[in-house]
């Protein structure tokens, strides 16, 4: 139940917070309709990877294998994208012509390798853009969340280094998102829990959804002498499939017959985690909004006692 005084500040105020509908989306937010990122979880908007198909196993050189084809290296990218969600988005800056460069969130909702992004109308990167900047979007092993679990582990990869791991740019332009608004709302929330109090219709911010519509890939699987390096057809990275983590013949192919290596060991979701992460969720809701009434009720106190003051010195003068 809210506070009485939040009810006074909703009178008071007068206003009509849109943010409802983002408390709905969380109200929603149960073990079935919200789930944490789970290899079990496989429909369409759930972040899981399709199954890999058959994989040459004649590339293997090592534990980590090697590569040097379009092909392997499209579902590597795929892969990756898929994996993670955290991309620099790279604009020119309208004031001084300056490349500049700033992480923003992602997720691979629809399962396409074109991320899905939501933009805040007035942030610097986005302004750049309605200036005429072009756009690219940077994207390497270890871009999420630091509390997510993602497997690091790639064909040519070498884990814990940089350098020898994935890493693509694409450029492109942004479009607003066509898809199920809600749908989408509940997928990037997976990834970014506190990206909800920016949804479209936020009394904070104006933003709105876009996807980037991917125009040229270039790509940088690791070291060169394991991985392919160089442009990548659009058309055979978006037709890519991703490797599946789970899939026996892509550990096969990693690890050997090391096949019991998992990365996500002990990270099994039950029921009170989800319930767990929905509560605490909410609480980061209603901890935001909190702070907006707080901040509100002060500015209306300043204002009122303001008029006061103007009204009291306008008494002494008559």
């Known amino acids: 139940m809210v506070p009485t005084n939040f009810q006074a500040v909703f009178i008071k105020s007068n206003m009509k917070f849109a943010t409802l509908q983002t408390l709905f989306l969380l109200l929603a937010s149960t073990s079935t309709a919200f789930p944490l990122l789970s290899e079990n979880n496989q429909?369409?908007?759930?972040?899981?990877t399709?199954?890999?198909?058959?994989i040459d196993i004649q590339l293997i050189e090592s534990k980590s294998g090697s590569y040097h084809d379009v092909k392997t290296a499209a579902r590597v990218a795929r892969t990756l994208v898929h994996r993670e969600s955290l991309t620099n988005l790279n604009t020119i800056d309208f004031n001084s012509g300056y490349p500049v460069s700033f992480v923003e969130y992602y997720a691979d909702c629809d399962n396409d390798g074109k991320p899905i992004m939501l933009v805040v109308d007035m942030s610097s990167s986005n302004r750049n853009i309605e200036q005429g900047s072009k756009a690219s979007l940077s994207i390497n092993v270890g871009n999420h969340q630091i509390k997510d679990k993602v497997d690091p582990h790639y064909i040519g990869g070498i884990v814990g280094s940089t350098a020898g791991s994935p890493r693509?740019?694409?450029?492109?332009?942004?479009?607003?998102?066509?898809?199920?608004?809600?749908?989408?709302?509940?997928?990037?929330?997976?990834?970014?829990?506190?990206?909800?109090v920016w949804y479209p219709n936020n009394p904070i911010h104006s933003s709105h959804w876009s996807k980037f519509e991917i125009e040229e890939v270039y790509f940088v699987g690791g070291f060169g002498d394991r991985a392919y390096i160089g442009i990548l057809p659009v058309d055979e990275y978006l037709n890519a499939k991703t490797f599946d983590e789970d899939d026996e013949n892509y550990q096969k192919f990693?690890?050997?017959?090391e096949t019991e290596?998992?990365?996500?060991?002990?990270?099994?979701?039950?029921?009170?985690?989800e319930t767990s992460a929905t509560?605490?969720?909410?609480?980061?809701?209603?901890?935001?909004?909190?702070?907006?009434?707080?901040?509100?009720?002060?500015?209306?106190?300043?204002?009122?006692?303001?008029?006061?003051?103007?009204?009291?010195?306008?008494?002494?003068?008559?």
């Open 254 to 257: 990693l690890f050997g017959d």
């Open 279 to 318: 509560t605490s969720l909410l609480q980061s809701l209603f901890s935001s909004l909190k702070s907006a009434l707080n901040q509100i009720t002060k500015e209306a106190d300043v204002h009122a006692n303001g008029r006061r003051a103007h009204r009291s010195g306008c008494k002494e003068h008559m």
């Open 168 to 196: 693509v740019n694409f450029k492109g332009k942004f479009v607003d998102y066509e898809g199920s608004q809600t749908l989408v709302g509940a997928c990037f929330a997976k990834r970014h829990r506190d990206s909800v």
């Open 43 to 48: 429909d369409q908007h759930s972040l899981s």
């Open 50 to 54: 399709t199954q890999s198909s058959d």
């Open 261 to 273: 290596h998992q990365f996500n060991e002990g990270n099994d979701v039950n029921e009170s985690d």
